[in-house]
């Protein structure tokens, strides 16, 4: 199984903030990272795949950049609608793993 | 507009069954993987299982290997997660996710979760 590191495992922010989170694999995934936002009694929901594509639908402050075994989840002007928990997801080889999240609170 | 709409949960003693069922629309349902992720109280999210369109050798994940099995009607266009043994760490919400069209192995669309609860 492939292991996924993220961090911070809780960040505040404010609203405008640049806000960036880590996530690293044990061993090269190449390019195949996902991101999903999830908050409090709603579904998880896909943000960013491939590791840097932008799911259709989703704001343009969020990015994904990243290869091999670093990546990182980027939100250029955080908003009070980010609230969250965000996973990255391996889907390289299964079982696919989450990371164990990043709890993103607005100051 | 795609839909996931799961159904089957409940409260279960430990060492019972329960069945859960994901009913879709929306998308073409035999072309795509479906996959479960669950998630229990307090915790992260973590991947449970995983059927692709042919329905052939499923995938799951250590924790629930030889007590869950995933099948998929496509005619109904529903997927399924029979879980047999179960235990208190069961306990959680378990999502239906589809498979995105590219990559691979990405949800791209999640139901609402059903929520099993195992205890005595």
């Known amino acids: 199984d492939i292991q996924m590191t993220q961090s911070p495992s809780n960040l505040s922010a404010s609203v405008g903030d640049r806000v960036t989170i880590t996530c690293r694999a044990r061993?090269?995934?190449?390019?195949?990272l996902n991101w999903y936002q999830h908050k409090p009694g709603k579904a998880p929901k896909l943000l960013i795949y491939?590791?840097?594509n932008l799911q259709s639908g989703v704001p343009s402050r969020f990015s994904g950049s990243g290869s091999g075994t670093d990546f990182t989840l980027t939100i250029s002007r955080l908003q009070p609608e980010d609230l969250a928990t965000y996973y990255c997801?391996?889907?390289?080889?299964?079982?696919?793993?989450f990371g164990l999240g990043t709890k993103l609170e607005i100051k | 507009e795609v839909q996931l709409v799961e159904s089957g949960g409940g409260l279960v003693q430990p060492g019972g069954s329960l069945r859960l069922s994901c009913e879709t629309s929306?998308?073409?349902?035999?072309?795509?993987?479906m996959t479960w992720v669950r998630q229990a109280p307090g915790k992260g999210l973590e991947w449970v299982s995983i059927?692709?369109?042919?329905?052939?050798?499923?995938i799951y994940a250590d924790s629930v290997k030889g007590r869950f099995t995933i099948s998929r009607d496509n005619s109904k266009k529903t997927v399924y997660l029979q879980m047999n043994s179960l235990r208190a760490e069961d306990t959680a919400i378990y999502y239906c996710?589809?498979?995105?069209?590219?990559?691979?192995?990405?949800?791209?669309?999640w139901g609402q979760g059903t929520l099993v609860t195992v205890s005595s």
């Open positions: 996710a589809k498979e995105g069209p590219e990559y691979g192995g990405n949800c791209d669309s």
């Open positions: 929306g998308f073409s349902f035999s072309d795509r993987a």
């Open positions: 059927i692709y369109s042919g329905g052939s050798s499923p």
């Open positions: 061993q090269s995934i190449g390019k195949y």
């Open positions: 491939g590791a840097t």
């Open positions: 997801q391996e889907s390289y080889s299964t079982p696919y793993t």
